[in-house]
């Protein structure tokens, strides 16, 4: 199985802060990551496919960036709605970054 | 709309086998992969595996190989996870998600989550 490897696993911001998550893929997955977000008790939704295409109705501030191994998830000018989990997904999962209050 | 409709919660005992089912209306059934993940109490989302039900070929995480079945029945638009011999390691919420192929494999669409506890 292709490994993911996500960091940080916390992640303490402000509203208004940019914050970008990283994801590492154990072997070359092209373009071929998607970035999750999850609140508790609620499924995951699907944010960015494709490494960078922004999925229908979710907000400009979310963007990814990579491919091959090595791929980010940036959030500009955090908001309230955005303090949650994100993962990043390419069968297999990355451990989770969790976004907190500060 | 999409929907993917699960089971209900479940117990079940340890050694005992968990099943899942997972109901799909609002596309083409066999145009799309359905995977399964599973999230234990406070912890992370865990690929359990993904099935083609254009022509049935699983792709098993190896963890669970040996241990895992994935099946989907296409007049019912349905998809079936077995999981045999669980412990209470196996408690977790299992969720199907819609994949959108064997490459992109993002999901767009979840089943709400079956909450299955093991517990003698």
């Known amino acids: 199985d292709i490994q993911m490897t996500q960091f940080p696993s916390t992640l303490s911001a402000s509203v208004g802060d940019r914050v970008t998550i990283s994801c590492r893929a154990s072997?070359?997955?092209?373009?071929?990551l998607a970035w999750y977000q999850q609140k508790p008790g609620r499924a995951p939704k699907l944010l960015i496919s494709?490494?960078?295409v922004l999925e229908t109705r979710v907000p400009s501030r979310f963007s990814g960036n990579g491919s091959g191994t090595e791929f980010t998830l940036t959030i500009n000018s955090l908001q309230p709605d955005d303090f949650a989990t994100y993962f990043c997904?390419?069968?297999?999962f990355g451990q989770g970054s969790k976004v907190e209050v500060k | 709309q999409v929907r993917l409709e699960q089971s209900g919660p479940d117990l079940k005992k340890p050694g005992a086998s968990l099943r899942v089912s997972c109901k799909a209306s609002g596309y083409t059934f066999t145009s799309y992969y359905i995977m399964w993940v599973r999230q234990a109490p406070g912890q992370g989302l865990e690929w359990v595996g993904g099935l083609s039900p254009h022509n049935d070929k699983p792709n098993y995480a190896q963890k669970f190989q040996g241990r895992v079945t994935m099946t989907t029945d296409t007049p019912t638009t349905t998809a079936y996870l077995v999981l045999k011999r669980v412990t209470s390691d196996d408690t977790a919420v299992y969720y199907c998600?819609?994949?959108?192929?064997?490459?992109?494999?993002?999901?767009?669409?979840w089943g709400q989550g079956t909450q299955v506890t093991v517990s003698s």
């Open positions: 494709q490494a960078s």
């Open positions: 998600a819609r994949v959108r192929g064997f490459y992109d494999t993002s999901a767009p669409d």
């Open positions: 072997q070359d997955i092209g373009p071929w």
């Open positions: 997904h390419h069968w297999t």
